[in-house]
């Protein structure tokens, strides 16, 4: 089976530090890793996946298959960055499903 | 609005009853996905169909079925209803079959009273 785990349900951290979601995940196979975001009021969106390695809005994750890790990163935080971000992970199914993380609240404080 | 869209946005029925839930895709989206996401099991993956077939299964009950009509759009049948079936049901669409990026819809809240 694959799982997704987010420990933390709630990050706030002050405008211009820096900020990191953690991930990890369990799956036997090479899995696809997203992170999906969801503003207030708005509907759940992607906004980054392992496999293009970008950066979306100052954002990046590096997928660590030996810590099976895919931890959401950004050198300094902006308020408009505090929504909820999900972590997310296509393996099973033919890569068909997405399982997600339970979500973590990202509050960013002026 | 060419993005996902779901009908109702809100539903309160009792239990015991049956409900329907309307999803129609992003223009040019043959795949589309139905997710629940409820408070204790977070966001699920509850089936997929691409263009018209089912293509992908996940945690759904039998008291649950879908299915994807000629025009792509998709419904989600509830039946039986009961109190923990109150969750916000989103639809999600992509192009393909196998598809990376998913986009959602702003789902429908069921509330089972």
């Known amino acids: 089976a694959q799982r997704v785990t987010q420990p933390e349900k709630l990050l706030s951290v002050f405008k211009g530090a820096p900020v990191e979601l953690k991930c990890n995940y369990s799956?036997?196979?090479?899995?696809?890793l997203f992170w999906y975001v969801q503003y207030s009021r708005q509907r759940l969106q992607l906004l980054l996946r392992?496999?293009s390695r970008e950066s979306i809005k100052g954002f990046t994750a590096d997928l660590n298959k030996g810590e099976t890790s895919f931890h959401l990163k950004k050198p300094f935080a902006q308020e408009e960055d505090s929504a909820m971000y999900y972590c997310a992970l296509s393996g099973q199914m033919g890569r068909r499903a997405l399982t997600f993380g339970s979500g973590t609240r990202l509050q960013v404080q002026p | 609005d060419s993005g996902v869209t779901q009908t109702p946005k809100h539903l309160i029925t009792a239990t015991g009853q049956r409900v329907t839930l309307r999803c129609s895709p992003r223009s040019g989206d043959l795949s589309v996905y139905w997710y629940q996401q409820s408070l204790d099991q977070g966001l699920q993956f509850l089936i997929q169909?691409?263009?018209?077939?089912?293509?992908a299964k996940g945690n759904i009950l039998e008291r649950f079925s879908a299915q994807q009509f000629p025009d792509l759009h998709s419904e989600l049948n509830l039946s039986s209803l009961e109190l923990g079936d109150s969750a916000l049901y989103f639809c999600a669409s992509s192009v393909g079959d196998v598809s990376y990026e998913q986009y959602f819809g702003p789902g429908t809240r069921l509330t089972v009273t």
């Open positions: 169909y691409y263009n018209g077939e089912e293509r």
């Open positions: 799956y036997s196979g090479s899995p696809e």
């Open positions: 392992h496999i």
